[in-house]
């Protein structure tokens, strides 16, 4: 059974940063595609930072610079930091693991920057 659990988020104040870690279990994870999704109300999905097949990270524009994107391997673990949060980055943040033609999510982890 494949299970992909996010933890980390919360409330924090614009400017402030947090760290969300995805622990993942029943695939061969090194060889997924690793990335972060998040969905604000009223808002489509949308990727945050993914890990390319090729190993390339991937950033939307409203991100770059201010997250960053890492995956442990011996731990099964994607991580995303996120620092200099704004109140736009308000969203249910997704971990999804893409490979071996499917695609996985996780239950979602809900990150609030309001002051």
């Known amino acids: 059974q494949v299970q992909l659990v996010e933890s980390g988020g919360g409330l924090v104040q614009p400017g402030g940063s947090l760290r969300l870690s995805c622990a993942a279990s029943?695939?061969?994870?090194?060889?997924?595609?690793m990335g972060w999704y998040r969905q604000a109300p009223g808002k489509q999905r949308e990727l945050v930072a993914a890990?390319?097949?090729?190993?390339?990270?991937n950033y939307a524009d409203s991100v770059k610079g201010r997250f960053t994107i890492s995956r442990e391997n011996a731990k099964n673990a994607v991580y995303l930091q996120m620092n200099s949060l704004k109140p736009e980055d308000t969203a249910v943040y997704y971990c999804?693991?893409?490979?071996?033609?499917?695609?996985?999510w996780g239950q979602g982890t809900q990150v609030t920057v309001s002051s």
């Open positions: 999804n693991a893409q490979g071996q033609s499917r695609s996985y």
């Open positions: 029943g695939i061969m994870f090194s060889i997924y595609s």
């Open positions: 890990f390319s097949s090729g190993g390339r990270t």
